[in-house]
C-alpha cells in the first residue's frame, strides 16, 4: 500500500451522528497530514440486537442513563447521501476517505463505494461470514486485533486465505478494546510476536491517552498506525475520551514522521554525513605537555591528549612513546608524525 507508515485517523463515530462535524473532523485529519481519515458504515438493527447492553467504557463514557448499546449507535448512523458528502468532501480536501463495516451486507456497500481495501474491526475477527465475504473481493485487508488471542488471529487468517487472499495482501494490527487503554495492558512487544509468528505487515490500532505509544510502535516496526481522533474530548459519546484531539494529532503525525527518518538508515554504523565535520572538533590528538628540545625522548610525562583532533590521535600513544624529537616543541603544541625521528 505504502513505502512509508500508513497514518489512518481514527473519526469513528466521534462525528456525534452530525454532518457538519464530520466535516470538520476531515478538516482536521486534512491539516494534521494523515493519509486516511476512517468513519465507521453501519446500520444498528444489522449490528446489534436490542437487548445488548453497552460496554462499561461506553456507559461511562457517554453518562446518560441509557444502557442499551442499540440506542446508542442508532443516533451514530451515516446515511449513504452522508457517505457520498463526506467521500466529496475529503477528496475536496485531498485526504483519502475510509470506512469499517461491520456485516457483510456494509462490506457490499463498501466495495460499491469503490474503497482499495478493507479494514476488519476486532469485534468482527471471529465473524466467519463477514471474514468471507472480505476475502472474496481479493483486495487488501487490514485486521485489527483486539481481545484476541493468537489462535484467533490464526483462525481469521485461515478464513482469509481460504477465500482467496495471500498473506501479503493481509497487515495485522496489535491492539487493546479498551477505551482508554491502560499502560500496562498495551503489551506492545505482541505487535512483533505477530509479525514472527504470522509473516504478515504489522501495525498498531492505538487507543491510549497520548500520542507516545503509537510514536513508539513505529521504532518497533509498525507500518500501520491507526489512532481516534476528535473535536473535543469532552464531547459525549463512546470514544470521545480515548481520542486526540487536533493538535495532539498534528504532533503525533509529526513524531511518526521524525522516528520514520531516525530508522531509515541502513543499519551501519559509521559516522553520517551531518556529523563528520564535528569529528575534529569533539576528538582530541595527542600535544607536547612541556617545553622540549630536539633530540629529546618522549616520554609519557611529555604528552597529553588535547582538543582538536586533527593531529596524532590518542590511540597511537603507545607508539609514540619512546620516539624521538626532530625540532624543538614547545608546550601545549600539536604534535604530528612528521615532528618525529
Same mark, same amino acid.
Given at each position: 500500500?505504502?513505502?512509508?507508515?500508513?497514518?489512518?485517523?481514527?473519526?469513528?463515530?466521534?462525528?456525534?451522528?452530525?454532518?457538519?462535524?464530520?466535516?470538520?473532523?476531515?478538516?482536521?485529519?486534512?491539516?494534521?497530514?494523515?493519509?486516511?481519515?476512517?468513519?465507521?458504515?453501519?446500520?444498528?438493527?444489522?449490528?446489534?440486537?436490542?437487548?445488548?447492553?453497552?460496554?462499561?467504557?461506553?456507559?461511562?463514557?457517554?453518562?446518560?442513563?441509557?444502557?442499551?448499546?442499540?440506542?446508542?449507535?442508532?443516533?451514530?448512523? #451515516?446515511?449513504?447521501?452522508?457517505?457520498?458528502?463526506?467521500?466529496?468532501?475529503?477528496?475536496?480536501?485531498?485526504?483519502?476517505?475510509?470506512?469499517?463495516?461491520?456485516?457483510?451486507?456494509?462490506?457490499?456497500?463498501?466495495?460499491?463505494?469503490?474503497?482499495?481495501?478493507?479494514?476488519?474491526?476486532?469485534?468482527?475477527?471471529?465473524?466467519?461470514?463477514?471474514?468471507?465475504?472480505?476475502?472474496?473481493?481479493?483486495?487488501?485487508?487490514?485486521?485489527?486485533?483486539?481481545?484476541?488471542?493468537?489462535?484467533?488471529?490464526?483462525?481469521?487468517?485461515?478464513?482469509?486465505?481460504?477465500?482467496?487472499?495471500?498473506?501479503?495482501?493481509?497487515?495485522?494490527?496489535?491492539?487493546?478494546?479498551?477505551?482508554?487503554?491502560?499502560?500496562?495492558?498495551?503489551? #506492545?512487544?505482541?505487535?512483533?510476536?505477530?509479525?514472527?509468528?504470522?509473516?504478515?505487515?504489522?501495525?498498531?490500532?492505538?487507543?491510549?491517552?497520548?500520542?507516545?505509544?503509537?510514536?513508539?510502535?513505529?521504532?518497533?516496526?509498525?507500518?500501520?498506525?491507526?489512532?481516534?481522533?476528535?473535536?473535543?474530548?469532552?464531547?459525549?459519546?463512546?470514544?470521545?475520551?480515548?481520542?486526540?484531539?487536533?493538535?495532539?494529532?498534528?504532533?503525533?503525525?509529526?513524531?511518526?514522521?521524525?522516528?520514520?527518518?531516525?530508522?531509515?538508515?541502513?543499519?551501519?554504523?559509521?559516522?553520517?554525513?551531518?556529523?563528520?565535520?564535528?569529528?575534529?572538533?569533539?576528538?582530541?590528538?595527542?600535544?607536547?605537555?612541556?617545553?622540549?628540545?630536539?633530540?629529546?625522548?618522549?616520554?609519557?610525562?611529555?604528552?597529553?591528549?588535547?582538543?582538536?583532533?586533527?593531529?596524532?590521535?590518542?590511540?597511537?600513544?603507545?607508539?609514540?612513546?619512546?620516539?624521538?624529537?626532530?625540532?624543538?616543541?614547545?608546550?601545549?603544541?600539536?604534535?604530528?608524525?612528521?615532528?618525529?625521528?
Amino acid at each position: 500500500m505504502s513505502n512509508k507508515v500508513i497514518i489512518i485517523a481514527e473519526a469513528g463515530v466521534n462525528h456525534n451522528g452530525d454532518i457538519k462535524k464530520a466535516k470538520l473532523l476531515i478538516d482536521v485529519a486534512a491539516d494534521a497530514g494523515v493519509d486516511y481519515v476512517k468513519f465507521q458504515s453501519f446500520v444498528a438493527n444489522r449490528l446489534v440486537s436490542k437487548e445488548a447492553k453497552k460496554a462499561q467504557y461506553q456507559s461511562v463514557n457517554i453518562n446518560d442513563g441509557d444502557d442499551s448499546q442499540y440506542n446508542m449507535l442508532k443516533k451514530l448512523e #451515516l446515511s449513504h447521501e452522508d457517505h457520498l458528502e463526506l467521500m466529496s468532501y475529503c477528496a475536496e480536501k485531498k485526504i483519502q476517505f475510509f470506512s469499517t463495516a461491520f456485516d457483510v451486507e456494509g462490506v457490499h456497500y463498501l466495495n460499491d463505494l469503490g474503497l482499495s481495501f478493507f479494514k476488519i474491526p476486532s469485534g468482527e475477527i471471529t465473524n466467519y461470514p463477514y471474514l468471507k465475504a472480505i476475502a472474496l473481493f481479493g483486495k487488501p485487508v487490514i485486521m485489527s486485533t483486539g481481545m484476541c488471542s493468537e489462535v484467533e488471529i490464526m483462525q481469521a487468517l485461515d478464513v482469509l486465505v481460504k477465500f482467496g487472499l495471500s498473506k501479503t495482501q493481509i497487515s495485522i494490527l496489535h491492539c487493546n478494546t479498551e477505551y482508554p487503554t491502560p499502560m500496562q495492558d498495551v503489551n #506492545l512487544k505482541a505487535m512483533q510476536s505477530i509479525q514472527k509468528t504470522f509473516g504478515v505487515n504489522v501495525g498498531y490500532s492505538d487507543h491510549t491517552l497520548g500520542i507516545e505509544v503509537a510514536v513508539a510502535a513505529v521504532a518497533l516496526g509498525a507500518t500501520i498506525i491507526e489512532k481516534h481522533f476528535t473535536l473535543d474530548r469532552t464531547l459525549p459519546g463512546p470514544d470521545h475520551v480515548a481520542s486526540l484531539e487536533p493538535t495532539e494529532l498534528k504532533e503525533m503525525v509529526a513524531a511518526i514522521r521524525n522516528v520514520e527518518l531516525a530508522m531509515s538508515g541502513n543499519g551501519e554504523k559509521k559516522p553520517s554525513k551531518s556529523e563528520t565535520k564535528n569529528i575534529a572538533i569533539a576528538r582530541k590528538s595527542i600535544h607536547i605537555n612541556k617545553d622540549l628540545l630536539k633530540g629529546a625522548t618522549i616520554t609519557s610525562n611529555d604528552i597529553i591528549s588535547l582538543r582538536p583532533g586533527d593531529g596524532i590521535s590518542p590511540m597511537e600513544w603507545e607508539n609514540i612513546v619512546g620516539k624521538k624529537l626532530k625540532t624543538d616543541k614547545n608546550e601545549f603544541d600539536k604534535l604530528f608524525f612528521s615532528d618525529l625521528l
